[in-house]
Structures are given as structure tokens and as C-alpha cells.
């Protein structure tokens, strides 16, 4: 993909970093996977996903904790941040080459994740337009027999979990309104290596779903 470099080189100092994100005054906290704007850049659609929610049998006055700030992922050296990453770089690097390549790698997520309430482990899930109903669902342990695990783990973590998700649905039908996004090799359908991880989002309680731009080229 053009739009991204290969940033293989010592990284950058953490005062040089930017705390700012394109989608910080676009999407709100609870609702970040269909923001109200286009893509941030010509060649990339963002994959409409809708934010899971419990059943209707959810008491809403029930007592719910604060979503925790989104987790985001940002390669060294890229045009701006919020462009996201590269799944197949991400699940195919070995870990040292990831700490070099996305910013703030070696950051402890459960400590990123302020609203989680200490969890130790978050549900990912994966809502792909038209395939909803195969509710794919995993869980990523944040704490393991080598310590909590890093961005730049769980950056691995979600790209293969989309890499296994994404095998899956050729022999799935999907409903009428997941035609255009029908996934398959080059040429057939949106395939693996066009897919690209911004952000981390936590919907609702320990349930968290990733949010993802298509390379459309």
C-alpha cells in the first residue's frame, strides 16, 4: 500500500509523539464505528460495522461502567496520525519488528484501558457487514504468565483474529445488505491485505471491537 512506509528504524523519542487523532472530535465515545464523516483519505472506506449491544432484555436502567479511552494504532513515520496500521504486516512481523514500526508499542493496554475497572481480559468481537449473525467472538487475556500484554501484542492479537474471521466467509452466505463487502482473494472481493486497524473501541461493558478502514484501490 503506498499510502504506508516501512518504518524499520529506531523509534522515535516519546516527546516527539502527538497526542492528537483524526477522530477525536468526530466520533463519540459510545459510538465510534460508523463516525458522521467520510475517509480520511480517497483510496480507503471505513468497514461500516454496528457497535454490539446485549439483547433488548438488557435492563437499561441498569447500572453500566464508563467506556474506557479507544486504544489507537499509529505507524512511525505515516502523513498524520489516525491512519492505522497494516493487518498483514502486523500479524506476519515478529514482535521486535512491530516495537519498531507502530508508535507506543510497548504500552500495557490494561493500564490504557482506564475505564475497564482492572479487567484482566476484554471480549473482541468482529461485526462484518452482512455476517453479523456468526457473532464471532474471542477472548484476549491482558494479563498472562509474562506480564500484561503490550499494544503492539494485541496489534498482532486482532490482525490474526481478523485473518482467521475473514477465511471463514467464503463459505458463508451473507445478507443482502453484505453484498459490497463480500470478502475474497485479489480481484474477487475485499481480501486480508487490504485491511487496515485504526482503533480499539470499547462498546459496551467488557466488549470491544475494532475499527477498520479498506484500501478500496
Given at each position: 500500500m503506498s499510502n504506508y512506509i516501512?518504518?524499520?528504524h529506531p523509534p522515535i523519542p516519546s516527546a516527539a509523539h502527538s497526542s492528537y487523532t483524526?477522530?477525536?472530535n468526530a466520533?463519540?465515545?459510545?459510538?465510534?464505528?460508523?463516525?458522521?464523516?467520510?475517509?480520511?483519505?480517497?483510496?480507503v472506506r471505513r468497514l461500516p460495522q454496528t457497535p454490539w449491544t446485549p439483547h433488548s432484555k438488557w435492563n437499561a436502567t441498569m447500572s453500566r461502567s464508563k467506556p474506557s479511552q479507544p486504544i489507537m494504532f499509529d505507524l512511525f513515520g505515516a502523513r498524520s496520525m489516525g491512519l492505522g496500521v497494516?493487518?498483514?504486516?502486523?500479524?506476519t512481523r515478529s514482535a521486535n519488528a512491530i516495537e519498531q514500526m507502530i508508535v507506543g508499542a510497548r504500552d500495557n493496554v490494561a493500564a490504557l484501558m482506564a475505564g475497564s475497572g482492572g479487567t484482566r481480559k476484554i471480549r473482541?468481537?468482529?461485526?462484518?457487514?452482512?455476517?453479523?449473525?456468526?457473532?464471532?467472538?474471542?477472548t484476549i487475556e491482558l494479563?498472562?504468565?509474562?506480564?500484561?500484554i503490550t499494544r503492539g501484542q494485541?496489534?498482532?492479537?486482532?490482525?490474526?483474529?481478523?485473518?482467521?474471521?475473514?477465511?471463514?466467509?467464503?463459505?458463508?452466505?451473507?445478507?443482502?445488505?453484505?453484498?459490497?463487502?463480500r470478502t475474497g482473494p485479489p480481484?474477487?472481493?475485499?481480501?486480508?491485505?487490504?485491511?487496515?486497524?485504526v482503533a480499539l473501541w470499547n462498546v459496551f461493558e467488557d466488549t470491544w471491537m475494532a475499527e477498520v478502514l479498506v484500501d478500496v484501490r
Open positions: 516501512n518504518p524499520l483524526a477522530l477525536a466520533c463519540p465515545q459510545t459510538l465510534p464505528l460508523q463516525p458522521p464523516f467520510g475517509p480520511i483519505l480517497p483510496t497494516p493487518m498483514r504486516e502486523m500479524s473482541f468481537r468482529i461485526m462484518w457487514p452482512g455476517y453479523e449473525h456468526l457473532d464471532f467472538n474471542r494479563c498472562t504468565q509474562n506480564g500484561p494485541i496489534v498482532s492479537q486482532i490482525s490474526s483474529m481478523f485473518a482467521r474471521f475473514l477465511e471463514r466467509l467464503p463459505s458463508e452466505a451473507p445478507g443482502p445488505h453484505g453484498q459490497e463487502w480481484g474477487r472481493g475485499i481480501s486480508y491485505d487490504r485491511l487496515i486497524l
